[in-house]
């Protein structure tokens, strides 16, 4: 069964450093997604992408935050200068056919990358 | 400000009983998924519905869509130890391509 797959698993780095979490969607999904959860708390949504380009972003993905998709199957969140507020859990999702209105489908999520910042 | 709210927030009970969540919002949605999750791992989608006053059935759970489309229902008759685990809702507006998420309901089942 196709998943959506996720590197590292988990990775500890200082503050201020930079950070590349790694997701490889499911291969025919159009639509990726970046959403966070810090422990024991809800689901933040980070940022959506489709067709090459962010088409819509939350007020937590500020100007620390970029999303690349640079070969066609990865689909890379970077933060540049990581904070210890940053330290969560990242999931990244993919769809096929978007989250908005009736079109709804299901969004596939990964097993999250951790995310610890000291 | 577009908020789902999920109760309880906590809910421990015996194997074998019945049980309700909900979640409810102001907002009218186009449709609403209900997502698991387990410990370490990502939400796995149970359910969409999108009509008002839907109800769907997926073995001993039972999903319900509010009439005005702005809450939903999550029965489970004879809850297992299997059940364990964190419950989500997320609701889609025509207006956003993100999903409004609540804060989750967890649910522990005790054999």
């Known amino acids: 069964e196709p998943e959506v797959t996720q590197t590292p698993s988990h990775q500890v780095t200082q503050m201020g450093q930079e950070v590349i979490l790694r997701c490889v969607p499911i291969?025919?999904?159009?639509?990726f997604y970046w959403y966070r959860q810090i422990l024991g708390q809800k689901v933040e949504f980070l940022v959506s992408?489709?067709?090459?380009?962010?088409?819509?972003k939350s007020e937590i993905f500020d100007d620390q935050f970029s999303v690349e998709r640079p070969d066609g199957s990865n689909f890379t969140l970077k933060i540049r200068s990581t904070k210890l507020e940053d330290s969560a859990m990242y999931f990244c999702?993919?769809?096929?056919?978007?989250?908005?209105?009736?079109?709804?489908?299901?969004?596939?999520f990964g097993e999250g990358s951790r995310l610890t910042v000291l | 400000t577009q908020l789902l709210e999920q109760s309880p927030q906590f809910l421990s009970i015996q194997e074998g009983e019945n049980l309700t969540v909900y979640c409810n919002s102001s907002?009218?949605?186009?449709?609403l998924q209900w997502y698991r999750q387990e410990p370490g791992e990502g939400p796995v989608l149970l359910v969409t519905?999108?009509?008002g006053g839907e109800v769907k059935k997926l073995k001993r759970l039972t999903f319900q869509f509010g009439d005005a489309r702005k809450d939903s229902s999550l029965h489970i008759t004879a809850a297992q130890t299997g059940d364990t685990g964190l419950y989500l809702c997320?609701?889609?507006?025509?207006?956003?391509?993100?999903?409004?998420w609540g804060a989750g309901t967890k649910l522990i089942i005790k054999p």
């Open positions: 519905v999108v009509t």
């Open positions: 907002s009218v949605f186009s449709s």
């Open positions: 291969s025919n999904h159009l639509y």
């Open positions: 997320a609701g889609a507006l025509d207006s956003n391509y993100q999903l409004i």
């Open positions: 992408f489709y067709n090459n380009e962010i088409s819509e």
């Open positions: 999702a993919s769809s096929v056919t978007g989250t908005a209105g009736l079109r709804t489908g299901e969004l596939f």
